[in-house]
């Protein structure tokens, strides 16, 4: 399975980028996704994810009410919507996909995205 992200770029404080994730297979819609994010010379830290069904997400405290994560399966695409960027967002994010439940941890997932960089500076 291979996922490609776009959407990165640079954005204001307070601005919005919205991310995207497009699978190469249909076999993404079967299970959950998540996105994760990197700092130089730290490890990926979670983000957000979302069931298959997309029914159920779960986000990191600091992004909570500011980011936005959704799917659409007829297009094997998984999505990131973020408002009111902050400095601190600034990073390269990930999408990444496993089988069954989603988890916080970027170990359990097993097929990953080349990553897109996201920069909030004014």
């Known amino acids: 399975l291979q996922l490609a992200e776009s959407g990165g770029g640079l954005a204001l404080p307070g601005g919005s980028l919205k991310l995207s994730c497009t699978a190469s297979?249909?076999?993404?819609?079967?299970?959950?996704a998540g996105w994760f994010r990197q700092y130089p010379g730290k490890e990926r830290e979670f983000v957000a994810a979302?069931?298959?069904?997309?029914?159920?997400?779960e986000y990191q405290d600091s992004v909570k009410g500011r980011f936005t994560i959704s799917r659409d399966n007829a297009k094997n695409t998984v999505y990131l919507e973020m408002n009111n960027l902050k400095p601190e967002d600034t990073a390269v994010y990930y999408c990444?996909?496993?089988?069954?439940?989603?988890?916080?941890?970027?170990?359990?997932?097993?097929?990953w995205g080349q990553g897109t960089q996201v920069t909030v500076s004014s």
């Open positions: 990444a996909a496993k089988e069954g439940y989603f988890s916080p941890y970027h170990g359990d997932y097993t097929s």
């Open positions: 297979d249909r076999a993404f819609s079967n299970g959950a």
């Open positions: 979302i069931t298959w069904t997309g029914r159920t997400t």
